[in-house]
Every structure is written in C-alpha cells, then in structure tokens.
C-alpha cells in the first residue's frame, strides 16, 4: 500500500509539472507574454501624405521618415498623394501589399470626412489604425493687413456683411467645416466655407486675398511668426497655446471638435507587424531629431501605441458623427 501512495504522488506531481509547463508556454488572452516577433524594418518604407508640401501632415511625415533613416539601414520615401480629401491616398495605400511597408499619415479631420459619402468607398474596415503622435490645435487666423485684431471685431464683421465673408478650412465634413458650421449657429452668422483638400493650399489663399479668414495649425502660425504676414484670432484648445492668442473657451464658445495626427495601415496586415510599426513609431517619437522638431512646432506628444490607438479612433468616429449629422442638417 506505501508503495501505491508513493508511486501515485508521483503521477500527480508529474501531471502537475506537466500542465504547470504547458501553461507557461501557452498564453492566455490576458497574458503580457510577447507575441511572434519579426525583423522589421527589412525593406525600404513608403510614407503617403494626403496634403500638398508643407502642409503639417507632409512636415510630420518627412520628420519621420528623417529619424526613421537615422535609426535604421533602410530609406524612408514620402509621397505626397493629393486631392478627394484623402481618396488618393487611401487608393493608393490599398493598392499595395498589406505588409506594413507602406505608411498613411492622417488626422481627426480625415477621420472625420469618412462619415460622409467617402466612407462609402473607404469604410473603416479598410483601415489599421497603428499609432498616435501628436496633438494640434487649430488657430483661427486673417491676414496680417486685416482690420480685424479680435475674433468679436471679426464677428461683428460678419453680421454687417451676412454671406459675404469667406472662411477656408479642410474638405466639407472635416472638423473646420464643422467647426464653422457650429459658429454660423452659435454666433447668429452666416459666412461662405470654401473648402480645400490640402492644407498647404489654404495659406495661399488667405495672404492673396481670395478668402478673408482660415483654420490653421500651430506649425503654420509658428512658421509666420514675426512676418506681420497672418494673425491669430483666436484657438480651439483648453487653454493659451500660443503667446497671448485668446481660446475660443474664453469668449465663451465651446468647440467639441479634436485634431492629432497618426499613422494608419491597410487592413490585413498580420499582428507581429502591426506592433512592430507602432513600437518603432515610438522610437522615432523619442528620438533627438524629432524631439527637436516637435519642440520647434510646439506640437505635444501624445503617442498612443496598437491596438490602443485603433479602439480610440473607430470610438472617435463613432462618437463625433453624431454630432456632425447635427450641425450637417441645419437649414443653410
């Protein structure tokens, strides 16, 4: 009989050293145990911009694709893929292979313009959404020669002259759009939005006369600093972003509306790829020339990694629609 109890404890404890050995080596859902691991990069990447040269989407990308070539053996290639508000640049991206090679920049905005009749051509399953690097806010500016030194003088303007006054921002549905749209309602005004499909384009126009106001970023504000060429009005931020330019908080308007800046990936491209995009986007993120650059542009550093990044953009769809299907129906 002492034999038996020996000899089955033993069995037990071999069982128990078994199923112990095949737990460690098999992950459970909630295991922090790493996945497959890939050798990435190994090829040369390609980095699609929806806007014209210039523009903070291109400046993002080139800054990228420069610390990227600093890190690494391979080369960095940015293309600039305009017009459709970003239908170009999503064609082209799901023209290719799904393999993690080639890169979208894109914002909340182009987020934002694929709640309309561009999502029907590019739903969001098309999209992976990898990593998020940076925050911005939009300024709201008129030329440096402009009567206007206040965003209430600019108002009062506006109501002197209904339907003649023109704001330039992104494509109809982006958050400028929407965001002017909110203004029109809230303020008891009514402008002209002429839309433009790269933000590169808007400047141009706004210092050669062709519209009297425009959404812009903090990277273009900086880059005028000092020209006497364009001034600040006011920003949609929480609060002072730059120098003594008042938020749109402060004069009493709320504006719902975000813009930050990511990288997306076609749909299909495996796991152990997607992660190894998004955690050597967080090396690029921390590395000298880019902090450099985003201290330059006075952009804040919000990384956010796969698949974290991926939730909170198809949640930001989904939760800004609603509010977008509003300001979209009112009567014009």
Partial sequence: MKNKTIAYKIVVLLALLTLSACSSQTPTASSDAPGPQVEF??????????????????????????????????????????????????????????????????????????????????????????????????????????????????????????????????????????????????????????????????MPALLGGHIDATWTSIQTVVQFEGSGDMKPLATISEERFYDDTPTFAELGITIPFEQWRGIYLKAGTDEATTKAVSDLIRKVTQSESFVTYMNNTRFADRYMPYPEFDAYVRDFFTTSKESAEALLAMPK
Avoid at 110 to 136: A, C, N, R, T
Wanted: hydrophobic content about 40%; overall charge negative; charged content about 20%.
């Fill in 41 to 202: 990069p190994a090829k040369d990447i390609t980095i699609l911009v929806p806007s014209g040269a210039g523009a903070p989407t291109d400046v993002l990308a080139r800054e990228m694709g420069k610390a990227i070539e600093e890190l690494t053996d391979v080369s960095v290639t940015v293309e600039n893929a305009t017009g459709g508000s970003g239908g170009v640049q999503h064609s082209t991206i799901f023209a290719k292979p799904a393999d993690g090679y080639t890169w979208g920049v894109f914002t909340a905005g182009h987020i934002m313009s694929l709640q309309g009749e561009l999502g029907k051509e590019f739903p969001m399953e098309k999209f992976l959404f990898v990593s998020k690097i940076q925050d911005d806010t939009w300024f709201f500016a008129v030329r440096g020669d402009s009567p206007f030194n206040t965003f209430e003088e600019f108002v009062a303007h506006c109501k002197e002259n209904p339907g003649k006054v023109t704001i330039g921002g992104g494509a109809n549905g982006t958050g400028q759009h929407l965001a002017t749209l909110q203004l029109e309602r809230d303020l008891g005004i009514d402008v002209v939005y002429v839309p433009f499909d790269g933000s590169g384009e808007n």
